[in-house]
């Protein structure tokens, strides 16, 4: 699953998707209403792709966490946010049985199955099969291809006048 332009921006609702970025910040969509807004660089923006999950052995990326809840739900949505923290707190150790559960909060729980939804809702969850794209497979010939060597020609010398 790719979360590399999905953000979530600190004060405003929901996911974004990066568009451009610009001198003072970028642009960016929102998932929930298509409604691009500009953020400058002091708002407090985590890329998805950054983001990840205590457990005891370690640390779990959101992508490999996202992907599970996909294969338990069928790519189909996932309980609801909403529901009480036991019931929370009860899927998400069938997702991820061993999180760490002084260090992950049920609000934190709750922000991960609100953005699984919303990507859903949106069809953004895809298998993990990664399909290059045609700039990757540009960038992979021209690697692949031999290097011409350059012909340079010897200045003309200009005639001085004696």
Request: proline residues 4%; charged residues 30%; glycine residues 4%.
């Amino acid at each position: 699953m790719n979360l590399e332009k999905i953000l979530a921006i600190s004060g405003k609702p929901g996911l974004y998707v990066l568009q451009v970025q610009t001198r003072t910040g970028f642009v960016a969509e929102s998932l929930v209403d298509g409604k691009k807004i500009t953020v400058n660089l002091k708002s407090n923006v985590s890329l998805l792709s950054e983001i990840s999950i205590y457990t005891y052995e370690g640390e779990k990326p959101l992508s490999e966490i996202m992907q599970k809840i996909a294969d338990k739900e069928n790519k189909g949505q996932a309980i609801s946010h909403k529901e009480d923290n036991t019931t929370l707190t009860t899927y998400f150790k069938e997702i991820l049985p061993d999180y760490d559960e002084e260090r992950v909060y049920p609000s934190d729980i709750k922000k991960v199955l609100n953005w699984y939804n919303m990507l859903q809702a949106k069809g953004l969850i895809i298998d993990t099969v990664v399909v290059p794209t045609v700039a990757e497979e540009a960038v992979a010939e021209l690697e692949e291809a031999p290097v011409a060597e350059a012909k340079v020609s010897p200045k003309k010398q200009k005639a001085t006048k004696e």
